[in-house]
């Protein structure tokens, strides 16, 4: 059992390797599986158990999270990091960023601005 464990986390850090360096790309399911050289399925069950979430959840978790320190570490125009960050639309990143920090990209990036960040 414990060699599988092994090779199961390896599999995870693979694919999470391959999320962290192409989230701004247009990647599927079977990219992320792919990088790892697995099924779709497989690739569910592994982030299931590794991150309590689906592999598409943490592609956008981590796509919000590069987007936030972004917003804050650079004077780009908030629709040019939604692109860079791999968010086709901006109207689906703005909801996407508001339902993860409670707050528009802008009024995000004004909070920060003014010291009222801590997670950064």
Do not use: W
């Not at 986390?9 to 360096?21: F, P, S, T």
């Not at 982030?47 to 972004?70: D, G, I, M, Q, W």
């Not at 993860?100 to 920060?112: D, K, V, W």
């Amino acid at each position: 059992q414990q060699p599988s464990d092994e090779y199961d986390l390896g599999l995870q850090r693979k694919m999470v390797r391959y999320i962290q360096e192409h989230y701004m790309d247009k990647i599927s399911l079977e990219d992320i599986a792919g990088s790892a050289g697995i099924s779709r399925t497989k690739c569910t069950s592994l982030f299931k158990v590794y991150t309590e979430t689906t592999p598409v959840e943490y592609l956008n978790s981590y796509r919000l999270e590069e987007a936030a320190r972004r917003l804050v570490n650079e004077h780009t125009p908030v629709a040019e990091i939604a692109l860079a960050c791999g968010f086709s639309q901006q109207s689906y990143f703005g909801r996407m960023f508001q339902k993860e920090y409670g707050m528009t990209p802008l009024a995000y990036r004004r909070t920060c601005m003014d010291g009222g960040c801590t997670q950064l």
